[in-house]
C-alpha cells in the first residue's frame, strides 16, 4: 500500500476529518494578500503569522529538508457543543475554544508521524503555528477551500475543523485541491456584527469582534456594544456558513457558558490554569476580566452592579475603564453613586474621561 494510502487510513482510524498532501513550494498569492493586508492597516497589527508573512508562506524556511505537507483536519462539532441562550451574568466562549480541541488532533499527527518516522523519514508537527498559515496549506492539499469569511471550508463540516500539518522529508504524491467554492453565497458577510468581512474575502481585523477580544489594550467604545455577552471569541459568521449547518445542529450540548462574576472574582492563577489553552496578550488574564466586564455591561442586569462597580477602584487602569463603561450601560443609581465616587478618587486622565462619559450614559451628571 503506497505511503500516502496508510497514512490517510491512519488519520481517519485517529479520528482525522480529512487527510491531504501537499508540495511545500512558496504560497506566493498568500503571501502577497497578507501583505496588503499589513499595508492596508487591515491586519490591524497581528502578530502570529503576520509577523513574518515570508516564513509563514515559505515552509522550507523552517525546514529545509521538507519535501511534502501532510495536512490534517479535526472537527470539532459536535463535542464543542453550542453556548445556549444568554443567562444573566454568564458569557459565551466560542466553540473552537469550548475545550483544548487541538488534543485529538495533535493525538492523530502523532500516530501519521509515527509512520512516517518507522520509514525513516523526517518529520516536523506544525500546529497553531506561526511558522505556517495552515489555511492556505489545507487548501492546496484538497482538504478544503478558501471560503469568503477567509475560514477554511470542508465538505461535511464547513468552518467547524481545526487544521494541523507534517512537514517531512518523505516524497509524497499531492493531493488534488478541492474544486469547490462558495459561489454566490455571501451568508457570512451580513452576519458579522461589525461590517468586519468584505465579498473579496477580505477581512478587516480592526473590526473583527474575535480579533478586538484578543488583543492587547482597550476594546475600541465603538465596538464594545456590539461584543455583547461574548467572553472569548465569535462564531458569527462561522454560524452562517451553509456548509456547516448539519454540524452545527447536531450541537447540541449546551457548552461554553461561562460565569463572568466568577471570572472576575478568580485569581490570576486559577484563571490561567483554566483557561490555558485561550491566546491572551502576554498570558495577561486581565484581558479576560476586561472581555467579562464588556460582557457585565451589555448584559443589562442591574444585580451586576456591585460586581462592576468593585472594579472602578481597581489597581490596572485597563480595568478601572472598562468597569466605568459597563457601569455607564447598566446604569441606575447604585451605578451613578458608584462612578460619582470613582471620580472623586481617579487621576489617570483616560480613565476620568471614561467616567464622566459613564455617569452621562447612565442618565446623571458630575454638576
Same mark, same amino acid.
Given at each position: ?5 496508510r497514512l490517510h487510513a491512519a488519520g481517519i482510524r485517529a479520528g482525522l476529518t480529512a487527510i ?32 513574518? /508573512? ?8 523552517? &525546514? ?9 483536519a479535526h472537527g470539532y462539532l459536535p463535542e464543542a457543543g453550542s453556548p445556549g441562550p444568554a443567562?444573566?451574568?454568564?458569557? *459565551? ?9 487541538? !488534543? ?50 470542508? /465538505?461535511?463540516?464547513? /468552518?467547524? +475543523? %481545526?487544521? =494541523? ?36 474575502? $477580505? ?19 465603538? &465596538? ?44 490570576? *492563577?486559577?484563571?490561567?490554569?483554566? &483557561?490555558?489553552? +485561550? ?25 451586576? $452592579?456591585?460586581?462592576?462597580? =468593585?472594579? $472602578?477602584?481597581? /489597581? ?24 460619582? !465616587? ?23 451628571? %458630575?454638576?
Amino acid at each position: 500500500m503506497p505511503l500516502t494510502d496508510r497514512l490517510h487510513a491512519a488519520g481517519i482510524r485517529a479520528g482525522l476529518t480529512a487527510i491531504g498532501f501537499a508540495e511545500t513550494t512558496p504560497f506566493l498569492q498568500v503571501r502577497e494578500a497578507m501583505v496588503r493586508r499589513i499595508e492596508s492597516g487591515r491586519s490591524a497589527g497581528m502578530g502570529f503569522t503576520f509577523t513574518d /508573512p515570508t516564513r509563514a508562506t515559505t515552509v522550507t524556511d523552517s &525546514f529545509p529538508w521538507a519535501r511534502s505537507l501532510v495536512v490534517a483536519a479535526h472537527g470539532y462539532l459536535p463535542e464543542a457543543g453550542s453556548p445556549g441562550p444568554a443567562r444573566p451574568g454568564t458569557g *459565551r466562549v466560542a466553540r473552537f475554544a469550548t475545550g483544548d480541541h487541538y !488534543a485529538p488532533l495533535i493525538r492523530a499527527l502523532g500516530v501519521m508521524e509515527g509512520l512516517l518516522s518507522e520509514g525513516g523519514h523526517r518529520t516536523g508537527v506544525v500546529v497553531d503555528d506561526a511558522r505556517l498559515v495552515d489555511r492556505a496549506a489545507a487548501v492546496r492539499s484538497g482538504v478544503a477551500w478558501w471560503g469568503k469569511s477567509t475560514m477554511a471550508l470542508a /465538505p461535511g463540516v464547513g /468552518p467547524w +475543523f %481545526l487544521i =494541523g500539518s507534517i512537514a517531512t522529508d518523505a516524497e509524497l504524491s499531492p493531493s488534488s485541491p478541492m474544486q469547490r467554492s462558495c459561489g454566490e453565497c455571501v451568508a457570512c458577510i451580513p452576519a458579522c456584527p461589525t461590517g468586519a468581512l468584505d465579498e473579496a474575502g $477580505v477581512l478587516d481585523a480592526r473590526r473583527c469582534l474575535s480579533h478586538l477580544g484578543q488583543a492587547p489594550g482597550s476594546i475600541p467604545v465603538e &465596538f464594545r456594544q456590539a461584543m455583547g455577552d461574548r467572553l472569548y471569541g465569535c462564531d458569527e459568521c462561522l454560524t452562517a456558513c451553509p456548509p456547516g449547518s448539519r454540524a452545527l445542529e447536531e450541537a447540541t450540548a449546551e457548552r461554553g457558558r461561562i460565569d463572568l462574576v466568577e471570572v472576575l472574582a478568580s485569581a490570576d *492563577r486559577p484563571l490561567r490554569s483554566r &483557561f490555558g489553552h +485561550f491566546y491572551v496578550p502576554r498570558n495577561q488574564v486581565r484581558h479576560l476580566r476586561r472581555n467579562a466586564l464588556v460582557a457585565l455591561g451589555n448584559g443589562g442586569d442591574r444585580g451586576m $452592579v456591585g460586581v462592576v462597580a =468593585g472594579y $472602578v477602584g481597581h /489597581p490596572d487602569p485597563l480595568l478601572r475603564l472598562h468597569a466605568a463603561w459597563a457601569l455607564g450601560r447598566l446604569g441606575g443609581p447604585l451605578a451613578r453613586a458608584a462612578l460619582r !465616587a470613582a471620580m472623586a478618587a481617579e487621576r489617570d486622565p483616560e480613565v476620568c474621561a471614561e467616567l464622566q462619559a459613564a455617569v452621562e450614559a447612565a442618565g446623571g451628571s %458630575l454638576d
